[in-house]
């Protein structure tokens, strides 16, 4: 038998390419095992242990109370005891940053056990200085092995373990090279088998792939109860933690914090700091609203119309859907007489934030034509609605609440779809860019 290093899939000869993952070189030989027949006999087992629903020990535990109420939002109100998180993000985002804050926090309880097959001490008690962090609770260890990870979690029963990162992780007992299936599934099991048993929470940190997914099996993430995803602009300071999952909580909620000097920290207003350095007066900018979880978020739509000196114009965007570009620039060639068919169009969502909420559709409208005319849009506007094919503008969520954070920032004239505000072309006229 034949098995992929990089998805465990089998075949019955070998290949020079796995036909599941696209992967070269990785099929290897595995020996099976011979099932002796005459030996196979039914076990019997005894009856599962069970706890009546309403009993003392079938309650739920109170929550571990964080400082950070941005992370205690998106787990639905502090870390549940035994526990298990996955946390994943793109190499440079703040991981490591985050579970640290989170380890000096939770040190002040007992004893955090960090095991780090990525860094050195050396290397995390230099970011801990940078951070200003100086707890002896937290005992950093480069310990690879999950055996001996498991080991140090009963001995030191800690009231939080970190493991960074699971792609590092290997079982003793398992062939091939860590971060292979089998060594990502089974030091993943132990772990969690440990944690619940002890009642200790579990952090563990996920590698992506270049496509955004956590990287090993898709098993990994029923293994544990609450996956988190680190999102954002690896050179911007916005940082979205979001939750794909979560057993003890509402998966709408985002944490929004800022990369600083002294690590991730708490965003009480994330609107204003990402409208801080908007340029007023300028053609191609105009304010929308989106909802990041429950909440609104105010991001300063930019975009630059240029004659193409080219055949074929550039079409290029950060932040926002390529295929909706594509869907406005049609509907104002159609419905609005707006010839951009030869013009070089850049729309850019400022400050690293992904604005592909539909309800963005109107105010990137709004700042190509504004840039292609050169005309400025009032600055305390805010628009936001969806664009449909026929240029009619269909409702969006939480309007009221929109609004009334637009008043609270200091906005006083905002378009959204009404009985009034049927139509783009309504819209263009009364702003005088048609």
């Not at 990785?26 to 019997?44: P, V, Y």
Request: glycine content about 10%; aromatic content about 4%; proline content about 4%.
């Amino acid at each position: 038998m034949f098995a992929c290093s990089k998805c465990d899939a089998q075949f019955m000869k070998w290949a020079g390419r796995c036909s599941e993952c696209g992967g070269w070189g990785t099929l290897t030989e595995r020996a099976g095992q011979e099932i002796n027949k005459s030996k196979k006999q039914e076990i019997k087992g005894r009856a599962p242990i069970t706890i009546a629903l309403g009993d003392n020990k079938a309650r739920s535990v109170p929550r571990i109370a964080i400082r950070s109420a941005e992370f205690s939002r998106v787990l639905g109100g502090g870390i549940v005891p035994g526990s298990v998180l996955l946390l994943s993000g793109e190499p440079g985002i703040g991981k490591s940053t985050l579970v640290l804050s989170l380890a000096d926090d939770i040190g002040a309880r007992g004893i955090v056990l960090y095991a780090s097959g990525e860094e050195s001490p050396e290397q995390i008690g230099g970011r801990a200085e940078r951070m200003g962090l100086k707890n002896p609770n937290i005992r950093i260890t480069s310990e690879t092995v999950a055996e001996n990870i498991v080991a140090g979690m009963e001995d030191l029963k800690p009231v939080l373990t970190i493991v960074d990162s699971i792609q590092t992780t290997r079982l003793l007992s398992a062939d091939g090279e860590p971060g292979s299936p089998t060594h990502v599934r089974g030091s993943t099991a132990i772990l969690v088998e440990t944690a619940k048993r002890i009642g200790s929470p579990l952090v563990i940190i996920g590698q992506v792939t270049k496509e955004g997914s956590i990287a090993g099996p898709k098993l990994l993430e029923h293994l544990v109860d609450v996956v988190l995803n680190l999102e954002g602009d690896s050179n911007g300071t916005l940082r979205v933690l979001r939750a794909g999952k979560n057993r003890f909580g509402s998966t709408n909620d985002v944490g929004l914090f800022g990369m600083t000097e002294q690590g991730l920290v708490d965003v009480t207003n994330p609107s204003a700091m990402l409208l801080r350095e908007r340029v007023i007066g300028a053609s191609g900018s105009c304010v929308t609203s989106i909802i990041e979880g429950s909440r609104p978020l105010f991001v300063e739509i930019q975009a630059l119309v240029t004659p193409s000196p080219f055949q074929f114009p550039v079409r290029k965007i950060s932040g926002i859907d390529q295929n909706r570009l594509h869907m406005i620039l049609a509907v104002l060639t159609k419905r609005a007489n707006m010839n951009l068919s030869h013009d070089d169009v850049h729309v850019n969502a400022v400050g690293g934030i992904d604005a592909r909420d539909a309800s963005a559709d109107l105010a990137i409208a709004l700042a190509i034509v504004s840039s292609k005319l050169d005309i400025a849009l009032p600055d305390k506007l805010v628009a936001f609605g969806e664009i449909g094919l026929s240029g009619e503008l269909r409702s969006t969520p939480f309007v009221e609440r929109r609004i009334k954070e637009a008043q609270k920032l200091g906005f006083t004239r905002v378009i959204a779809p009404s009985k009034d505000c049927r139509d783009l072309s309504t819209v263009l006229a009364s702003l005088n860019l048609r």
